[in-house]
T-cell receptor, first 107, second 115 residues
Framework: LAKTTQPISMDSYEGQEVNITCSHN???????ITWYQQFPSQGPRFIIQ???TKVTNEVASLFIPADRKSSTLSLPRVSLSDTAVYYC????????FGAGTRLTVKP | NAGVTQTPKFRVLKTGQSMTLLCAQD?????MYWYRQDPGMGLRLIHY???????AKGEVPDGYNVSRLKKQNFLLGLESAAPSQTSVYFC??????????????FGQGTRLTVV
């Protein structure tokens, strides 16, 4: 099973773009890459999912290079409400979370 | 739609007691998952199910059993609770990977304390 490595924490300021990179060197051919957001005392919430290249939705973009050994979640123009823990997952049927990245957005 | 509902939301158990956590989803999802989250940590997969009548072990299955007798329900059992099982338990459900988008929906969690 692919393991993921993310920075433990990141700080940013309101209005900035935030990029969180996840390493998954042992990703399998059929694995997907998925990102979740979690606020305190809540269950995680789906942000975005991709297999290769670039995926964009209304809240984020996901960049995946050709070798798929890493991925970058991009959050445009963050606000205070984006302060949360962000998890990168790789896998097929079983979803396994890593330690996550604690993002703190400052005013 | 209620989404994913976990019962109970809070529980205190004595060491050695047993209990069952219920997860119910109304989205007709094939896949269901049970996780535990300890303070300041990420979620760890306990067991999961890819369909009615099937279950599989995750990362930390010891001390837990599960059953998926109905598609909409996924039960997590603790046969003999231990203080190390004090945690917040989350249930999730999703469509199968073959369906494409496999966004998982999570319940609000069950906070379990074993004394």
């Amino acid at each position: 099973l692919a393991k993921t490595t993310q920075p433990i924490s990141m700080d940013s300021y309101e209005g900035q773009e935030v990029n969180i990179t996840c390493s998954h060197n042992n990703i399998a051919t059929n694995d997907y890459i998925t990102w979740y957001q979690q606020f305190p005392s809540q269950g995680p919430r789906f942000i975005i999912q991709g297999y290769k290249t670039k995926v964009t939705n209304e809240v984020a973009s996901l960049f995946i290079p050709a070798d798929r050994k890493s991925s970058t979640l991009s959050l445009p123009r963050v606000s205070l409400s984006d302060t949360a823990v962000y998890y990168c997952l790789v896998g097929y049927n079983d979803m396994r979370f890593g330690a996550g990245t604690r993002l703190t957005v400052k005013p | 739609n209620a989404g994913v509902t976990q019962t109970p939301k809070f529980r205190v158990l004595k060491t050695g007691q047993s209990m069952t956590l219920l997860c119910a989803q109304d989205m007709n999802h094939e896949y269901m998952y049970w996780y535990r989250q300890d303070p300041g940590m990420g979620l760890r997969l306990i067991h999961y199910s890819v369909g009615e009548g099937t279950t599989a072990k995750g990362e930390v299955p010891d001390g837990y059993n599960v059953s998926r007798l109905k598609k909409q329900n996924f039960l997590l059992g603790l046969e003999s609770a231990a203080p190390s099982q004090t945690s917040v338990y989350f249930c999730a459900s999703s469509y199968p990977r073959q369906a494409g988008n496999t966004e998982a929906f999570f319940g609000q969690g069950t906070r379990l304390t074993v004394v």
